[in-house]
């Protein structure tokens, strides 16, 4: 059985009474006994994001420029994510960092969590990953999302000698500054990913940057990405696809995202305007990129307890919170809502469930699903 270990962050935070998105750690060990951090939040039918680098469990969830997605993704579904080896809580110091390797750990999260049947998530350099198992694992992947990813590493988009220089240039500025005090280093990667992003945004990614991972696992890294190539794959996804990437992307070309876009068969693409490779809570991008995940994604199936099939989508929202144990504030922050609307909604739930108090809504919801995700 895997291990694990509760844990409760911020979500992203205007005030201190803010709601908590709480997540449970876990550990399991891939084929080569490296063992695998990942993370549960949220409620519904599971979600998996693929890995993507630069990543830690406990740090993202609580950050200026992840948590917003985080949250979103954890509102109607069991999202499961995991550091991939050499990053965050999972082993550092591993011998096998390759694409092959960073494929089976997937394999080996899906099988630890126990989902069978899920939409997979793949941001930036995950992407390639989410394609490759979707491909080797068609009958269980049923919706595939690609954000700001790619088919094609650096040297595999160009191999003149200037491309080659650059790409050994970047990694060995990865090996020279990553680990320093001092983000001068760290601070060149973070506006690529970021351009956009505000003074408190930057310092929290080149935080993120140290803390992730070492020097000399972040140049492995960066070769080993150099080298992705799928894209034989992608006429291979049999599953519906949705592909997004931000026009002005300055860590990966937009024209990447076309290219896999044009390769699986009948993949949507949506261009998204703005000059970040992860999108930001404040940008109109970040509301585009939501709706458009949530219009692709199947709605949560209803609950099997008739008494909830009379309920509006927003109130399942409030629901689900409610089973967590979420007072009306919480609530109303968790969904940008007021209070007063809030209770509003709450006096019509009672009303459909026929139930008198708040505590007997609480044993109702969780009796029918409404409480913390079972992966």
């Not at 070769?223 to 026009?247: G, K, M, S, W, Y």
């Amino acid at each position: 059985m895997p291990r694990h270990t509760a844990s409760a962050v911020p979500c992203p935070a205007r005030d201190p009474t803010m709601p908590m998105l709480k997540q449970q750690i876990r550990l399991c060990t891939s084929r080569d006994r490296v063992r695998l951090a990942y993370a549960v939040t949220g409620g519904g039918p599971p979600l998996v994001k693929a890995a993507n680098w630069m990543s830690h469990l406990e740090f993202d969830v609580g950050s200026p420029v992840w948590s917003h997605m985080l949250c979103a993704l954890s509102e109607n579904h069991t999202l499961v994510r995991y550091d991939e080896r050499g990053c965050g809580l999972s082993d550092r110091h591993v011998e096998d960092l390759s694409f092959e390797a960073w494929l089976r750990d997937l394999e080996t999260i899906v099988d630890a969590t126990g989902v069978d049947h899920f939409p997979l998530l793949g941001i930036s350099q995950g992407a390639s990953i989410a394609v490759a198992y979707a491909v080797a694992h068609p009958e269980r992947v049923s919706h595939l999302i690609l954000h700001g990813g790619y088919a094609r590493g650096r040297l595999k988009r160009n191999l003149g000698p200037e491309m080659r220089e650059e790409a050994e240039l970047m990694a060995r500025l990865a090996e020279l500054g990553w680990g320093q005090e001092n983000p001068a280093f760290r601070q060149f990667f973070t506006t690529q990913f970021i351009p956009g992003g505000t003074a408190e945004q930057h310092r929290w990614f080149n935080e993120l940057e140290r803390v992730s991972t070492s020097p000399a696992n972040a140049a492995r890294f960066m070769r080993i990405f150099n080298d992705i190539d799928v894209v034989e794959l992608l006429p291979q996804v049999t599953c519906p696809t949705l592909v997004l990437h931000a026009v002005r992307d300055a860590r990966v070309p937009f024209d990447e995202g076309r290219l896999i876009a044009s390769m699986i068969p009948n993949a949507r693409f949506v261009p998204l305007e703005s000059g970040n490779h992860l999108l930001l809570e404040t940008e109109p991008a970040w509301d585009r990129w939501l709706e458009e995940i949530r219009a692709f994604l199947p709605a949560p199936a209803p609950s099997a307890d008739p008494a909830f099939t009379t309920l509006t989508r927003r109130e399942r929202d409030i629901v689900l919170l409610i089973a967590q144990g979420r007072d009306n504030a919480q609530i109303a922050a968790h969904l940008g809502l007021c209070e007063k609307t809030v209770r509003n909604h709450i006096t019509s739930i009672f009303s459909k469930l026929e139930v008198e108090n708040r505590s007997q809504a609480i044993v109702l919801a969780r009796e029918a699903g409404f409480d913390r995700p079972r992966v």
